[in-house]
């Protein structure tokens, strides 16, 4: 393999790829990434054997090869090469051989034959969506997926795509996070896949970093997904397993409403979070006409009290939280005011946007 080409064309395939190298390093090959050099076309490929990201870029290859490398120590020379450098690649006696200017770097490979490729899928379901919708239901939801739970199926979140509505749902039993959307991709069968945690932030990370109105292209099997996005491939196995009925989840006989501006709203929980018992992290809304409460307090006796007034009418009511759980939701919600419905302190909140319902947010309680 031979090739000169500039840092940038480099560096950009590697960036999108580095997120699924494996970090723990179980295996020498997973930590390295696959270079293909072809026909002059650049591909980059890295894996952890559950997500593999690949990634292309055109150029012109002296001589056609591939290798493996150790791709964190690629990434930290390309990154801290000058902008618009010139990085000459030679491969001869299984090293690489890198030059920039003045800066010479050689680097063990190890065969590219042994490196984990994921085979195409068959019979694979084609959809597409915009990236721009996929993105903002990615964003109002992902914060919800539990770490490393027992219950597999929760590290993750549910996609849902039907012939006029793109949902995603995540929940990690304490909350849960809704958010749904109309499409017109009208996939041939409903799709309903439980995407991994991991999958999920590269995802968002990529569609990130496209266009607002860039489409991407979705195959799906029953065990793997694949988004392709622009120059760069995602490939994902799927969770296998049931996920919850979140339609059970979400409450209905919510009869005390609030509306609320959220800055404010996030503003006092935060205020109250600074004296909040570290291992809990609870507090109290207390909640009367015209007049919503947040305490909070310790073991050490130390106690805050935050009053704001809200637009309710109603009966006195009371319910803990966990404050870190509230903020992630006020973090997601992109309107002024939201809307809060309660029941009693044994019972589930649901928070919403003001003017919509297309996304939900459901709390649980907790005893403080």
Request: hydrophobic residues 40%.
């Amino acid at each position: 393999m031979k090739f000169s080409a500039q840092r940038e064309t480099l560096l950009f395939p590697l960036q999108h790829v580095f997120g699924a190298v494996e970090r723990k390093q179980t295996s020498p090959i997973l930590g390295n990434v696959l270079i293909q050099a072809k026909n002059g076309t650049l591909t980059m490929t890295g894996t952890d054997n559950e997500i593999e990201m690949q990634a292309t870029a055109e150029l012109h290859i002296d001589q056609d090869g591939d290798l493996t490398v150790q791709a964190r120590k690629l990434l930290d020379i390309c990154k801290n090469l000058p902008e618009a450098a010139r990085i000459d690649l030679e491969v001869s006696d299984g090293k690489v051989k890198f030059k920039s200017g003045r800066s010479r770097f050689v680097l063990a490979t190890l065969p590219a034959k042994e490196f984990p490729i994921l085979k195409p899928l068959d019979n694979a379901q084609i959809v597409s969506l915009s990236a721009q919708e996929l993105l903002h239901c990615i964003r109002s939801t992902s914060f919800s997926m539990a770490q490393q739970d027992v219950r597999f199926y929760l590290n993750g979140m549910l996609l849902e795509i039907s012939s006029d509505r793109l949902s995603c749902v995540a929940t990690d039993g304490h909350r849960l996070a809704y958010s749904q959307l109309s499409t017109d991709a009208n996939p041939s069968d409903p799709v309903r896949a439980i995407i991994p945690r991991k999958s999920v932030s590269e995802l968002q990370r990529l569609l990130g970093s496209v266009d607002d109105d860039e489409i991407v292209q979705l195959a799906i099997t029953q065990q793997h997904l694949q988004i392709q996005v622009g120059d760069v491939r995602l490939s994902t196995k799927l969770i296998e397993g049931r996920f919850p009925d979140y339609n059970r989840v979400i409450p209905i006989d919510g009869d005390k409403e609030i509306t609320v501006d959220g800055n404010t709203l996030k503003a006092a929980l935060t205020r109250a979070s600074v004296v909040s018992s570290e291992k809990y992290r609870g507090v109290r809304l207390s909640l009367e006409t015209g007049v919503l409460s947040i305490s909070s307090n310790n073991p050490d006796q130390e106690e805050a009290v935050d009053e704001m007034e809200v637009e309710y009418t109603g009966d006195k009511a009371e319910i803990g939280f966990n404050v870190t759980y509230l903020l992630d939701v006020l973090n997601s919600v992109t309107t002024e005011n939201v809307r809060i419905l309660l029941k009693d302190g044994n019972s589930s909140a649901l928070v919403m946007p003001e003017d919509t319902s297309d996304s939900k947010y459901v709390v649980m309680p907790m005893r403080l």
